[in-house]
Structure formats: structure tokens, C-alpha cells
């Protein structure tokens, strides 16, 4: 089983959704936040309930999620002819007062897609090829650097800062994509903040938001290629900063995403 | 009293927050989803639990807001160090059931800011000034569109479809800006799907995504001056296409903000 899907694993015991907070992606205080998107879509997806192809998927980290079980409670809000709704949270036992608390609120729409004119605004990047760029190094005690392999066009620390980071992505192992898979990839997009200020300073996402541009046969073609991410940010103001970013498979953009970090520093 | 302030009031009675739809705020089958935003930003900003300033916020629009009453749900989800999390529904009763239902539902995230390095990595585009330009006609059955002076800097239908149509907005009559009316200032973009067809075809927001990239004293000193929108879309696909937007004060970046649209042909 690969670790992505032992990861999004859930159990469904008296009436509701349990898990186990991922170690095999955990970040320096909990689990890299991609890996908990895709925890939060994999609920929904799931559901008997659920109709249509991902279109929205918002996701506010309230507190970190800690080691541990997890229960999750997803709503279904509202089905229309178009567009489905739902609220999802992830709760756990707080450390300190034993009661429960939501570590993360998310919102997620559904759409029925149709076959209408379709067309595309945004061009893919150009960025030298995966196979002759070196991976990102990321500290060995980072589990979750280790579940993605990440090649940077150019390493952000050497970019102008006008300039987009670019930057190749695929699970290690590869894994065919799917729509849980590519929300958790929308969270592997470099801290600018990094780039600007030379140094790494720390930082936490406070709400990530993804739109989805294609749907489950699209994705399911893509298999287990390299994606091209595109991330910029807009603008850093006292404690929180912003980033938009855009993911590509050859001339397809499969995803846009959006987040708000904090930092210190 | 300023329209605006008359369309986002809210009475608390029976234990319950409650208000009423804003005809002078209507667009074609539903309030403009701005004032929707707003309404949802007022409930929090007004209520006392509320600490720090607007960082983020989620409205997805489950269903169309009818005409008459609504009653506002909002619940308090954390309260951290830094950001504090907010859950809000818009709830009408179903009219052909006669059972309450969820129309909109929301998140918020409001940040400390603090007095750390800061920095700003878009610029903002240049564009005619406000006062040369003519305002945007709209039909005079839509009321929205006699709220806000709209100019637009080169008209969408002649702008080239890889460059970002550019806008003045401002409130009609002018009234000196804050979060809420900043939230609502978010949704005046231009849908760039009808430029692209070169004609008006039926759409609707499903989701809007708004970053504040400021706070109070700086949204006060702004005061009622024009702001420049700047906005684009990165793909229309089988139904459902995106926009992502900046919003502009001089050289102030005020919000970012990404929206998810519905459309039909």
C-alpha cells in the first residue's frame, strides 16, 4: 500500500469517520497540510452521498493537529442541479482540557460538469526538464520532504523575486493522481517568503484554498507524470502573507491554489 | 444613512441574528454576491468575541438568496495567539418545503498583525485615470450596478484576452472604506468568460475567496478614494471557470481575492 493511501486511511466506527494522524507526512509540529486537505477530500469523497467532480475545496488549520487519532465530521449542506456543498471538520481530544476541539474547519463544492465550450486563459511555464534537475534536499527529519520529489527549475533562493518559482512534483513513490492526490500536492509550493528574505524564517499556512480544473478521467490520464508547479506571492504585511499558484500538466492546468501563511520574523 | 450600511444591518432578536435580503443590492436572481459577502463579514466584525482584523474569508453560495428574511448563524470555532476562526451560515426558509435551509455558508479568519518586516512582491498595474473615463452602463433593472461607479480602463470586449481587465470602482454614493465594504468590493470584477465569447452568456458565483492584505487604519485611510481592480481568469472548463483578482489603493495592494463561477453555454 502506498504511503499516500495509508495516510488518508479512515474508518467508519459508532457512527462516525476515524483516522490516524499520518507520521509517514508529518511537517515540524504536525502533519504537512496537503496531507490533511487530502484527508478532509477523501471524507467527502467517499461518502454514498457524494455526487459530481471536485470544484472548491477551502481548508482552515485552526490549531496543529496533533499525533494521534482523529474523527472527522463531514455535512452535507446543500445538492442542487449544478453543485453539491459540504462542511467537513477534523476534531481531537484537546491535550489540555481532555475535550474536544475542531483543529480544522473546511468547506468543499462539488460540480457536475457538462459538455459546454471549454477554453484556457493562463499558458503553462517553461522550465528546464525533471530528469536533469537535482531534488530538493530537505532535512531527513522532515518525513513529508520525503514522500515528494521536488525539483526546482532554478532554486528560489537564486530567482529575482518578480519571477515565479517554478517546480517539479511527483509522490515517491509515484502514485497515479487522483483528486485527493492533487490536493494534497497544492501545499508541496516553496514560502516565498524564504526566497525574499535569504534566510528561512518560521512559518505555518493558516487557510488553503484549491480550485479544481479538470475532472477524474482527465486526472486519471495524467498517471504518475511530473507535474510543473508556478507559485508567486502578492504581498508579505505584518505577520501573514499571501500565495497563488498553478499546477500543470503539460499544456493541461489541473489546479489553482491559493493560501494565506503566518510568519515571525 | 448610506445604502450599503442599511443592506448589511442586522437585528439580534429571539437569540438570533437576523436581517433582511437587499433589494437595492439586487442583481438578477439573488442579491449580488458582494453584499451576500458583506453580510456574512458584518455578522463577525459586530459580534464582541471578535478580536484582530479580517486575514481571510470563504463564501460559497449554496443556493440563491431569495427576497425577505434571513437569520444568520455564527459560530466561534478558535481562538489562538495569532488568528481566530470563524463559521457562519445565511439561513432562509425553503419555499417549497417550508424547512430552514443553508444558502450560504462561510468561514473567516481574522490575524494579529504585528509589527514585523513587511514587503510587497506585485506591482500595481497602470491604468487611465478614473476621472477620464466613462462609467460602466448597466441596465437600470439591475440595482447593484447603480451602487458602484464602475470605469473601466479599456472596455473588456476590447482588451486582448491574455491581459488582465483593469477597473476603477467606487461606492455610489461614496462612503469611506473598511473590511466589510472592501469584501463586497471584491465580487465588481468583470467575468472574463463574456469577453472571451465576445457576448453575455448566464453565470453565478459558486465560491469567493478574499485575502485581506490590510487592516483598519489603513482601509480608514483610504477613505472614499477610487480603487483599481485588476482581474483574469486561468481556465474556463466544461462549466465552471476561475478568476483571480487584485485590488489596488496607489500602490497599497488591498485584497487578493479568487472566485469559482458557474456557466451555461
Known amino acids: ?5 495509508q495516510a488518508i486511511e479512515l474508518t467508519e466506527r459508532d457512527q462516525g469517520l476515524h483516522g490516524e494522524a499520518p507520521l509517514a507526512y508529518w511537517n515540524m509540529v504536525g502533519p504537512y497540510g496537503g496531507i490533511t486537505a487530502a484527508i478532509v477530500m477523501a471524507a467527502v469523497m467517499r461518502d454514498p452521498r457524494r455526487e459530481a467532480e471536485p470544484l472548491a475545496l477551502t481548508v482552515n488549520y485552526c490549531a ?16 442542487n442541479r449544478s453543485t453539491q456543498h459540504w462542511r467537513v471538520e477534523m476534531i481531537q481530544t484537546d491535550p489540555k482540557t481532555g475535550e474536544p476541539m475542531v483543529v480544522v474547519q473546511a468547506m468543499a463544492v462539488f460540480g457536475a460538469r457538462r459538455d459546454l465550450w471549454s477554453g ?5 511555464p517553461t522550465a528546464a526538464s525533471p530528469e536533469g534537475l537535482a531534488r530538493r534536499r530537505g532535512s531527513d527529519e522532515i518525513a513529508w ?10 532554486h528560489p533562493f537564486k530567482s529575482p523575486p518578480d519571477e515565479p518559482v517554478l517546480h517539479w512534483v511527483r509522490d515517491d513513490p ?12 497544492c501545499d508541496t509550493f516553496f ?11 518560521p512559518v505555518a499556512t493558516v487557510s488553503m484554498n484549491i480550485y479544481f480544473h479538470v ?7 495524467v498517471g504518475d507524470a511530473w507535474l510543473l508547479g508556478e507559485g508567486r506571492s502578492n504581498a508579505y504585511h505584518r ?10 500538466h503539460g499544456e493541461q492546468l489541473l489546479a489553482t491554489t491559493h493560501q494565506v501563511m503566518w510568519y515571525r520574523q
Open 120 to 124: 484556457r486563459a493562463a499558458k503553462p
Open 239 to 248: 505577520g501573514f502573507f499571501d500565495a497563488e499558484a498553478r499546477l500543470w
Open 191 to 201: 514560502p516565498t517568503l524564504f526566497a525574499r528574505r535569504q534566510t528561512v524564517v
Open 145 to 154: 520532504f520525503q514522500r515528494y520529489d521536488i525539483r526546482f527549475d532554478r
Open 174 to 185: 509515484p502514485r497515479p493522481l487522483d483528486s485527493i492526490a492533487l490536493a494534497s500536492l
Open 1 to 5: 500500500m502506498h504511503p499516500f493511501d
Open 215 to 221: 475532472g477524474a478521467a482527465e486526472l486519471a490520464a
Open 64 to 79: 496543529p493537529v496533533q499525533r494521534g487519532p482523529y474523527e472527522i465530521e463531514r455535512s452535507l449542506v446543500r445538492t
